[in-house]
């Protein structure tokens, strides 16, 4: 069974039609809702999605550890961490999923550096990502050209291993240390991602340094 | 007469601290290391409390100029430590109340 995990948090006008592609790629599509205050909800459930919902807005780390929770209870063979805001194109599954069964690799990473299909925002490209690899290289993960990529497919020994602590944003950079400390095998492959609003700026980047540090001590 | 009223309401309000401390120790509120934590705490203020000098000779043994230069490092040091424990304490309770939810999420759709 391939399942895909789409955390969403007030997506209520695009999280619909991202449901509705999905379903032609996938078996199942899980909805996790964070404690959305719109229609999410009733978007998801209309065009076919199973939904599970938070009763406290945890963050998005929090909302694909749920997904991967019920995605454990089901058995799933393969998972896919998709986003509800419609940034990723549906037409990407299939190739991933098929590079991932290649090269018998146990989680694929999207990422948007490997073709020219994206159009990164000058800062993000040229200050936030850089800076992004740069705290990954502190903290020791696996070496990732995009290091900030909802885009990832698990297979069944990658969902069992990985179990995602961070609840909010820092969740990116805990999965690829996970990847590393129980020596997954991974890939890259490339994906495109469509910019509907400008996602983290430096603000976000100094909370999850700041939750990884913190992370470290709770362990 | 003034200072010795204040050293023995102090002294007072200490020994309701200690007393406070061993009886949440007693309802298994506090741990161990907590729990001496604080009735070390408590003692050591009493006892510069009665005793300033005794913060003045600490100083000289570990080169510090005054005694009250040593008890202002020693509080900042407690004052740091005490945050960080409790930002500890706080993101513990996040994760317990993300696995309250998370559990809640998942039984409801069973």
Partial sequence: MFIAIVPAYNEEKRVGGVVKNL???VDKVVVVDDKSLDNTIFEAEKNGAFVLKHNINLGQGAALETGHEYARKFEADYVLHFDGDGQ???DDI???LNRLKETNSDILFGSRFLDDRT????????FILPIGRFVNKIFGVVPLKDSQNGFRILNKKA???IVIT????AHATEIMGLTKEHNLKFVEFPVQVIYHEYGQGMSGGFKIVRDLIWGKFLK | MLLLLFKIIFALFSLSAILTVWQKKQKTLLGNKATFFWIVFWLALTLVVFWPNSTQILADYIGIGRGVDLVIYVSIACIFYLIF???????GLKRDL?????TESLESKK
């Fill in chain 2, 98 to 102: 993300t696995d309250v939810v998370r």
């Fill in chain 1, 23 to 25: 379903l032609s790629h």
């Fill in chain 1, 119 to 126: 159009n990164l925002p000058f800062l993000k490209k040229y």
């Fill in chain 2, 85 to 91: 424990k409790m930002n500890l304490k706080i993101e």
């Fill in chain 1, 159 to 161: 969902l069992e291993k």
């Fill in chain 1, 166 to 169: 961070q609840n909010r944003m």
């Fill in chain 1, 88 to 90: 990723f194109v549906v």
């Fill in chain 1, 94 to 96: 299939v190739p991933a």
